[in-house]
């Protein structure tokens, strides 16, 4: 079932929210009446969810702007839930890449937008390498990644060399060393790029991952979105009262695998 047409426009804008393409403003209801091709309360319901969710702030008589976003790692309305060191699971999710394949959707050099400037802690406007795969097993698609990495690394591959290892095995081979990570774990619902992609129904939960990727000098060399398919991937972990962690994740029914 298509999605509606204000709910498409939204997504739109708020992706090009995310990469920072609005920093003098958003085009006016006129301008994006035509660029749509929609009637005026379409474009006014598309403004209005993006200022519920607080990424936009409209103000009679002056120009819709973007808002500053939340902290890096953190969602609209949640807080950071765990941070650990992560070294066993690293090294889980090369080998979890490795019995997967990926098909490469995009590429770009972009310039960083506030969002991922703060995440990666470089200024607004430095280039980064934005990258989108879908990983799937023998089954099918399992999850929607996209990635941000620093341009001064990333520009070591592109996108063959993404279609053939696990980034970061690309990023090891970059002269980075993996030092640790900070991950969050929520739900999202699929919309229509999302549900094409991982071959589920719009509306579909998924697990919704975001995983910013530290080198041993404690400097984010990679912040990760990812949109997981639950019936195909399951996260476990278990804390103890020292703080010792034990994880698990599986991945359909053919990979799975144990960090300790």
């Given at each position: 079932?298509?999605?509606?047409?204000?709910?498409?426009?939204?997504?739109?804008?708020?992706?090009?929210?995310?990469?920072?393409?609005?920093a003098e403003g958003l085009p006016g209801e006129l301008a994006l009446m035509a660029q749509f091709g929609v009637a005026r309360v379409?474009?006014?319901?598309?403004?209005?969810?993006?200022?519920?969710?607080?990424?936009?702030?409209?103000?009679?008589?002056?120009?819709?702007?973007?808002?500053?976003?939340?902290?890096?790692?953190?969602?609209?309305?949640?807080?950071?839930?765990?941070?650990?060191?992560?070294?066993?699971?690293?090294?889980?999710?090369?080998?979890?890449?490795?019995?997967?394949?990926?098909?490469?959707?995009?590429?770009?050099?972009?310039?960083?937008?506030?969002?991922?400037?703060?995440?990666?802690?470089?200024?607004l406007g430095d280039a980064v390498q934005k990258a989108v795969r879908v990983r799937s097993t023998k089954e099918g698609p399992l999850s929607h990644i996209t990635t941000y990495v620093p341009d001064t690394i990333a520009r070591?591959?592109?996108?063959?060399?993404?279609?053939?290892?696990?980034?970061?095995?690309?990023?090891?081979?970059?002269?980075?060393?993996?030092?640790?990570?900070?991950?969050?774990?929520?739900?999202?619902?699929?919309?229509?790029?999302?549900?094409?992609?991982?071959?589920?129904?719009?509306?579909?939960?998924?697990?919704?991952?975001?995983?910013?990727?530290?080198?041993?000098?404690?400097?984010?060399?990679?912040?990760?979105?990812?949109?997981?398919?639950?019936?195909?991937?399951?996260?476990?972990?278990?804390?103890?009262?020292?703080?010792?962690?034990?994880?698990?994740?599986?991945?359909?029914?053919?990979?799975?695998?144990?960090?300790?």
């Amino acid at each position: 079932m298509p999605l509606p047409k204000y709910h498409q426009i939204y997504l739109v804008l708020r992706e090009q929210l995310h990469e920072g393409r609005f920093a003098e403003g958003l085009p006016g209801e006129l301008a994006l009446m035509a660029q749509f091709g929609v009637a005026r309360v379409t474009v006014r319901r598309a403004l209005e969810q993006l200022s519920s969710e607080g990424l936009i702030a409209r103000n009679p008589g002056r120009r819709t702007r973007a808002l500053p976003p939340p902290a890096a790692g953190e969602q609209p309305g949640t807080k950071n839930l765990e941070r650990a060191n992560l070294r066993g699971l690293l090294e889980n999710l090369v080998t979890m890449g490795l019995h997967t394949s990926v098909k490469v959707i995009e590429v770009a050099t972009i310039t960083a937008s506030t969002q991922v400037a703060e995440a990666l802690q470089l200024q607004l406007g430095d280039a980064v390498q934005k990258a989108v795969r879908v990983r799937s097993t023998k089954e099918g698609p399992l999850s929607h990644i996209t990635t941000y990495v620093p341009d001064t690394i990333a520009r070591r591959f592109g996108r063959r060399e993404l279609s053939k290892k696990p980034i970061l095995v690309l990023l090891e081979e970059s002269g980075v060393k993996v030092g640790r990570a900070h991950q969050t774990i929520s739900a999202r619902l699929a919309d229509n790029v999302l549900a094409q992609h991982l071959d589920v129904s719009v509306g579909s939960a998924l697990l919704a991952v975001r995983r910013l990727i530290y080198d041993e000098d404690e400097r984010p060399v990679q912040w990760l979105h990812g949109f997981y398919r639950p019936d195909r991937y399951t996260y476990e972990m278990q804390l103890s009262r020292v703080g010792s962690i034990d994880a698990k994740v599986w991945v359909s029914k053919d990979v799975s695998a144990q960090f300790n």
